[in-house]
C-alpha cells in the first residue's frame, strides 16, 4: 500500500502519481465493467506485453486500486478486479472520455 507521507502535496500530481500512464487507464476502463482474466485484459487493451501488464497490474494492486484474486485450480485462474478505491476513478474516466469525445468532435467539425 502506498505510504500517505510518500505521496505529493498537490492532489491532481496524486493523482497522476497513481494513473500515470495510459496502460493504467485502460486497464482501470476495462474493470470498471467487471472483473476481467489477465487475458481478457491483454486482448481488450490491444498492443501491452505481458511484462508490462503484468508490471502494471502490481503496482495498481500495491496502490490499493486493483484486487488480485488466485483460485486454486489447474491451470490456476488469476482475476482481477477494481477495489472500491478503484471504482471511485469512474468519473475522472468518465470526464476523461467525455472530453474526449468533444475533442474529436471539435477537430471533426473544423
Not at 50 to 71: A, C, F, I
Request: aromatic share 6%.
Amino acid at each position: 500500500m502506498v505510504n500517505v507521507n510518500m505521496l505529493p502535496a498537490c492532489p491532481v500530481e496524486t493523482t497522476l502519481t497513481l494513473i500515470s500512464d495510459k496502460w493504467k487507464v485502460l486497464i482501470i476502463r476495462d474493470l470498471l465493467d467487471g472483473t476481467r482474466r489477465f487475458s481478457e485484459l491483454r486482448r481488450s487493451i490491444g498492443h501491452i506485453s505481458q511484462k508490462v501488464l503484468t508490471s502494471n497490474l502490481r503496482q495498481m494492486e500495491n496502490d490499493g486500486l486493483v484486487r488480485r484474486e488466485v483460485y486454486a485450480e489447474v491451470p490456476p485462474r488469476v482475476e482481477y478486479s477494481l477495489t472500491e478505491t478503484g471504482q471511485s476513478l469512474k468519473p475522472v474516466i468518465d470526464a476523461m472520455w467525455n472530453w474526449g469525445e468533444s475533442y474529436k468532435a471539435k477537430l471533426a467539425a473544423d
